[in-house]
């Protein structure tokens, strides 16, 4: 993770209303539409990093 992600995210966190965050660079291509993975992600009680 680079500087500005780490940024990013802190950042991010300091609002409660986020509950996800979901780092992509810009090689990645989602399979499913928006709300298929958001509704994927929002299930889940874990995280998937280093999976």
Known sequence: MI???RLL???AREDPV???F???SDCCVPLYNFS???K???ASPGS???R
């Open 40 to 42: 994927y992600l929002m």
């Open 22 to 24: 979901v780092m992509l």
């Open 18 to 20: 986020n509950q996800r």
């Open 3 to 5: 500087e500005v992600e």
């Open 36 to 38: 298929y993975i958001y």
């Open 48 to 50: 998937y990093v280093d």
């Open 9 to 11: 995210l802190a950042v």
